[in-house]
């Protein structure tokens, strides 16, 4: 009976494998985007680059043809699991497809570099193995963007068209529901064809995400950057990928105008509410009553000023103290670095190593590691822990606080507790013990693999945190992922998996309940 059990279950599996319509069509959407970039490379006269784009491109859009022909008529037996899946399978299978033109158009490293780099910008982690800007072209150099852009813009329509509706992602900590299940309050429509909440998410949500890079580009451009550059950070920027053809703001021409206007777009990765209400998440009173949002200003007010005043203290042993200008620069540099680092975008003030050189003491890379744990807003394209666990993990700490005064007390639910549930507390510390659980298995594959400790450790936070810069600034020497061998890149890779998808959403892949659903 086992054995025939098991037998089923694995027919299921393969069945859902095989109904993959959501992963075709991310699939198709992926070929076509190609165009971009093989006509970018011919405007710039970079013609084995743009043949490379063109033909991958074409190959795709053929095989999108014949599975889209040999699939009509056919509906998806696995709703809810199937788009999961389809969302598992786009980070772990995709990149392989997307790795193509780059191999074929650079010539100068290996396949499973190209795809650890496809994987790395499409869950937006933003680190890369071309340490050297100079060695990619400025085609290539735009499709690392563009795939972080299309990687953001996956996660923001999954959030609210896959995972919330499974109470997954962070939905959980607001839900009545387990993980992985779904509460009665979502509509018939919603549970009988997910296909039609998908759709409707979508025009929902591509015209605003389009529009505020476009927004962005367009006031990079302006404020001084060239086309590609200003393009590249603005799809960076909104995907919270990192990505920079330049090597990061350093060598940027809109300076501080251009981080200032960053930093804006940035608001939109610490709450979902900043752009949409779309989910179990929006509550009455909108942002004037969002925990994740209150929190994330807190953070990004609060650490800058205790780190102005920790290099204030330290300006005055080399007599700096009088030099303002030097210290407004270093106030900034912090602010803007501590803003890019929690909502795991990872850019670096262009004023963050005046900030250090202002007082002559080295800000430890142990700050960004935490920013980048605490991560950004639930359903939002930041990664980390996100902040409303971590909010629901202070209430519980607060409330056990209290107790310790008045054991006989009785818990009212406040305000400040309206998006959570009675039980979010213990689900957040679930999913936490997961992550560090997750977080200490890595450590030990890179360790494994020959990585000294420091780095694997740093490896691992920037894997799961989806913020490929630590590697470059949370260590005194950056990790250069080109050394790794074959093992240390694949760990990475599934770290970075992952760390997109979370823990709790692969461990609902294999819950027997949802494939029965």
């Known amino acids: 009976m086992a054995r025939s059990a098991s037998a089923r279950r694995n027919k299921t599996v393969l069945a859902t494998l095989m109904d993959q319509q959501l ?30 784009f063109l033909y991958t491109g074409i190959f795709g859009v053929v095989i999108f043809a014949m599975i889209v022909i040999a699939q009509a008529g056919r509906r998806p037996r696995h709703g809810a699991v199937g788009n999961l899946m389809s969302i598992f399978a786009t980070f772990v299978f995709l990149p392989a497809f997307l790795a193509l033109p780059l191999y074929e158009s650079l010539k100068t490293t290996t396949f499973l570099n190209a795809y650890v780099e496809m994987v790395s910008a499409l869950t937006t982690t933003g680190a890369t193995l071309f340490d050297d800007p100079s060695r990619l072209n400025n085609t290539l150099h735009l ?64 015209p605003i995400y389009v529009g505020l890079t476009l927004l962005l580009w367009v006031l990079l451009m302006i404020s001084g950057d060239r086309s590609l550059v200003a393009l590249s950070h603005a799809m960076s920027i909104m995907s919270t990928s990192g990505i920079s053809p330049t090597g990061g703001l350093d060598s940027s021409g809109s300076g501080v105008t251009g981080e200032a206007l960053m930093i804006l777009f ?132 607060k409330r056990e606080l209290e107790r310790l005064v008045h054991p006989s007390s009785v818990s009212r639910m406040g305000k400040e507790s309206r998006r959570l549930q009675s039980n979010g507390a213990f689900i957040a510390w679930i999913f936490f013990m997961l992550f560090a659980l997750t977080l200490a298995v ?75 659903s």
């Open 442 to 516: 890595l450590t030990m594959l890179f360790a494994l693999s020959g990585v000294a400790f420091e780095d694997a450790l740093v490896l691992s936070i920037a894997g799961l945190s989806t913020t490929g810069p630590l590697l470059t600034v949370a260590t005194d020497t950056p990790i250069e992922l080109a050394v790794l061998g074959p093992f240390a890149k694949s760990v990475f890779c599934a770290a970075m998996v992952l760390g997109r998808l979370e823990t709790l959403a692969i461990i609902a892949l294999f819950t027997p309940d949802l494939w029965r």
């Open 23 to 52: 992963f075709v069509l991310i699939f198709g959407v992926a070929a076509l985007s190609m165009i971009i970039p093989a006509l970018h490379g011919g405007a710039s006269r970079s013609l084995e680059t743009a043949r490379a």
């Open 266 to 397: 940035m608001l939109f990765a610490l709450s979902r509410l900043t752009f949409s209400s779309d989910t179990v998440t929006a509550t009455q009173g909108g942002m004037r009553n969002d925990p994740e949002f209150a929190l994330g200003l807190l953070i990004i007010l609060g650490l800058p000023l205790v780190l102005f005043l920790r290099h204030w203290i330290g300006a005055f042993d080399v007599a700096a103290e009088d030099d303002l200008e030097s210290a407004a620069r270093a106030l900034w540099g912090s602010f803007f670095t501590v803003m890019s680092f929690l909502t795991t975008t990872g850019f670096t003030s262009a004023d963050w190593a005046e900030a250090q050189a202002w007082s002559g003491l080295n800000t430890s890379g142990l700050i960004l590691l935490g920013l980048a744990l605490i991560g950004g807003g639930v359903a939002t394209t930041a990664g980390g822990v996100k902040l409303l666990r971590v909010f629901a993990l202070y209430l519980n700490g």
């Open 143 to 206: 499709w690392r963007a563009q795939v972080g852009w299309m990687g953001g813009l996956t996660m923001w329509i999954a959030a609210s068209a896959i995972l919330a509706p499974m109470n997954l992602g962070g939905f959980e900590v607001t839900a009545q529901a387990e993980p992985g299940q779904r509460e009665g309050r979502f509509s018939a429509i919603d549970r009988a064809d997910p296909r039609a909440r998908l759709m409707r998410v979508v025009g929902t949500l591509v």
